[in-house]
């Protein structure tokens, strides 16, 4: 049997990366690159700078200040001036952004895995490792 679980979640990483970035976008439609900001922030693993996010998200500064706040607002992180140079703003992942990062993945990738389904195995198969030659 297909475990197209597996397939999915395997297609939702492959486009995650540099080149699937679009196709992310795509999927994180209504959430204004919150979901983005979220995974980039749990992958840093240590509190990032605000300009550090900025860039790594190809956004202005103004933009990722305004999604601070909506982040902030939603408790999903924390953020607060460096200690080494009160201009520049730090940002960490809370638990309840770690939390509804994890469950809007498991969205997509239940979303994924029903779009998979209407593959046969062999289909699925090769569609995941098309992608991941073409995004990964």
């Known amino acids: ?19 699937g970035q679009q ?18 922030l749990r992958e840093s693993r240590l509190p990032l700078l605000a300009g550090d996010l900025a860039k790594k998200m190809n956004v202005s500064t103004a933009r990722v200040a305004a999604l601070i706040r909506a982040l902030a607002r939603k408790k999903y992180l924390r953020h607060a001036r460096a200690q080494s140079d009160g201009r520049k703003v730090v940002l960490e992942l809370t638990e309840q952004g770690r939390q509804a990062l994890e469950e809007r993945e498991r969205e997509v990738w239940s979303f994924t895995e029903n779009a998979l389904m209407k593959l046969t195995p062999e289909e699925a198969a090769q569609f995941v490792a098309a992608a991941q030659k073409l995004f990964g």
């Open 23 to 40: 196709v992310v976008e795509l999927l994180e439609s209504g959430y204004r690159g919150e979901f983005v900001a979220l995974r980039i």
């Open 1 to 19: 049997m297909a475990d197209y679980s597996r397939m999915a979640k395997t297609l939702c990483m492959t486009f995650s990366g540099k080149g």
